[in-house]
């Protein structure tokens, strides 16, 4: 009986080894994946950074698109994108915070309420170029908005309005019981408690959430392919009615044309583009740091 | 003088203020809406909810407009078009004059092509990142890489889609001469790179779930970490994961820009993975931003190819969505 107790152990002690080069192993392998992604980002940055750097001026700003690449610039695109978000940032975020107080806190838990719940996550599985497709029926024709600021906004804030919604209703849900309470408790009414109370202590995660949700709307670029966004635009729009060009059209456009010279204004645009996302995801990093702690 | 009386008025509303809460408290908030503010407020109580629901209601439409659009409009294009030609034709062909042939297979081909290869990259790669994060990485490796796999995901598509023409395409010819300039291979790999955080990110978030105890049982009874990992921790999280993966084809099918930069606008029903070839989305984006006159027959067929688009990915949107359901552990 000891005689084959310690073969046993012996045998164990042989495949321990064997065991513990074979986690390392896979942990290694691990590690390498994630050495990948974060190499992968890098080379991204690297390469384009490398490429348009030195398009980066004054002037590229200043000057509108160009059939002469050292005359090219991005005036046109990122006023029409400026243009966009004013109507993006208001309808999205009035109807997506609204949908998120009504169905947290007004909504009865009924067979309604988890329809229009499922219906929203599924909508933010849907692609955006066939969200295109809705606003080139419904906003371009049927409107008769033509490709316009309005449509392109319209459209893209559907496309977003999902994302804020479910954002919006964590931070309501998030507001704690006994403030809602407290604020009853004094005599205010659903209304006041909800604009006075959950509304105030929420908006940092609705803000957060929203952000993100914008910087989104800046890249997304199929959706204003399909509603018929031009990308050769050497005016600036002055309503909503006007036609536009927006950034990421405008680095779609570069980017498939054959000569390099115009590669090297796309990876100039991108430059601006990632700036821009990257200043808003600080914001929003920034508001989600500052807020936590509470 | 004319002080007097307005106090007076503050002192009365005051005291039958007092009054009332005295005598009723329990529906306090009730009572005072309507001793104090009269209508008002009531009907403000009354009309808010109704706007509110009335905004929720816009996503609903939202679906109910993208799934009219997208039957009525099919509808006109099988006007045209023989519903069988366009399950069965093997040829993608609008824009001939005399012979236009709509079958919708090359286009789905080249999604799954597109897809297939994007999924081979992306899953490997994604499970393991996932699983070094939670299971091997140390506190300050997991708050360096939870940011970076951010910035990943906020990366827009067309951002990948240049890197994938200017960058992956080059490369992969040097390696591969026989590849040409638009092919399946580099849009799939960027597409793949573009999936990762998704992956990553939702199978982390499953295999952190499993609780604590379970992962030191199996340490405690001399499993190692990459045993505890494969046979425990992996399979009770196995629903979560399969669901990220699901969710990351999913955004593998419905991706356009990177497609439409680097595939080409060539709907092939060859199985080659070198040559140009066209997917769902890009048919859609080619045709858009050429300038296909309302009412014709390509116009019409956008629409049905983002029919058989939004039919596949809802697909698979739902089978995640079962799969997370259905097979979930609980603790």
């Known amino acids: 009986m000891e005689n084959v107790d310690r073969i046993k152990s012996e045998e164990m002690i042989n495949r321990i080894d064997g065991r513990l080069t074979k986690n390392k192993i896979v942990k290694g392998l691990f590690f390498i994946a994630t050495l990948f992604t974060l190499i992968m980002l890098v080379v991204l940055l690297y390469r384009i950074i490398a490429q348009g750097a030195p398009y980066l001026s004054w002037d590229f700003l200043q000057n509108f698109a160009s059939r002469r690449p050292e005359q090219a610039g991005i005036k046109a695109a990122v006023i029409g994108t400026i243009w966009m978000m004013a109507v993006v940032v208001p309808t999205a975020a009035i109807f997506g915070v609204g949908s998120a107080i009504y169905l947290e806190e007004y909504a009865k838990k009924n067979t309604l309420t988890r329809w229009i719940q499922m219906n929203i996550s599924n909508l933010a599985g849907v692609p955006s170029v066939v969200f295109g497709l809705l606003g080139l029926t419904i906003f371009v024709r049927l409107f008769g908005f033509g490709n316009s600021i309005l449509a392109a906004g319209f459209t893209m804030s559907l496309l977003v309005l999902p994302v804020i919604i479910v954002a919006s209703q964590e931070a309501v849900r998030a507001v704690p019981n006994e403030l809602k309470e407290a604020s009853y408790g004094l005599g205010a009414t659903k209304w006041q408690t909800i604009s006075r109370v959950v509304i105030p202590y929420a908006i940092p995660g609705i803000a957060t959430g929203s952000i993100l949700a914008f910087s989104r709307a800046i890249g997304e670029t199929a959706p204003l392919i399909v509603v018929g966004i031009p990308t050769f635009v050497a005016f600036l729009p002055s309503g909503v009615f006007d036609s536009f060009t927006a950034l990421p059209m405008q680095i779609y456009n570069w980017t498939s044309r054959p000569q390099e010279e115009f590669h090297n204004l796309a990876a100039a645009g991108i430059i601006v583009l990632l700036v821009v996302l990257i200043m808003m995801n600080s914001v929003a990093v920034w508001i989600r740091n500052r807020y936590q702690s509470r | ?331």
Do not use: C
């Open chain 2, 1 to 331: 003088m004319k002080v007097m009386p307005f106090i007076g008025v503050l002192g009365l509303k005051g005291a039958i203020g007092l009054k009332t809460k005295e005598k009723e408290l329990s529906p306090v908030q009730e009572l005072l809406e309507k001793k104090y503010n009269g209508g008002f407020l009531n009907r403000r109580e009354k009309i808010i909810p109704i706007i509110l629901f009335f905004m929720a209601a816009v996503s609903v439409l939202t679906t109910l407009g993208i799934v009219l659009t997208l039957i009525f409009e099919t509808i006109t294009f099988f006007g045209d078009v023989s519903v069988v030609e366009f399950f069965t034709a093997t040829e993608w062909y609008p824009f001939s004059e005399t012979e236009a042939v709509y079958g919708i297979w090359p286009l789905v081909l080249g999604t799954l092509k597109i897809t297939l290869i994007a999924s081979l990259f992306a899953v490997p790669i994604g499970l393991a990142v996932a699983l070094y994060l939670s299971e091997y990485a140390g506190v300050r490796t997991r708050k360096i890489m939870k940011p970076i796999l951010e910035v990943l995901a906020g990366v827009p598509t067309i951002v990948y889609g240049f890197f994938a023409l200017t960058f992956v395409t080059p490369v992969l010819r040097d390696l591969f001469p026989s590849i040409e300039l638009f092919n399946a291979i580099s849009p799939g790999i960027v597409v793949g790179i573009m999936i990762i955080p998704t992956i990553v990110s939702l199978s982390e978030d499953a295999l952190s779930s499993v609780p604590e105890p379970v992962r030191h049982g199996a340490l405690a009874i001399g499993s190692t970490k990459w045993e505890t990992a494969s046979k425990v921790i992996f399979p009770a999280a196995l629903s979560g994961i399969l669901a990220s993966i699901v969710l990351g084809i999913s955004r593998a099918i419905g991706e356009t820009m990177i497609v439409s930069i680097a595939a080409g606008s060539t709907p092939s029903a060859a199985l080659d993975l070198t040559s140009s070839l066209q997917t769902m989305t890009s048919y859609i984006v080619q045709v858009t931003t050429g300038d296909a006159g309302f009412g014709t027959t390509i116009y019409y067929s956008i629409y049905a190819v983002g029919f058989t688009l939004f039919v596949f990915t809802l697909a698979m949107n739902a089978l995640a969505q079962f799969i997370s359901k259905r097979f979930r552990e609980e603790y």
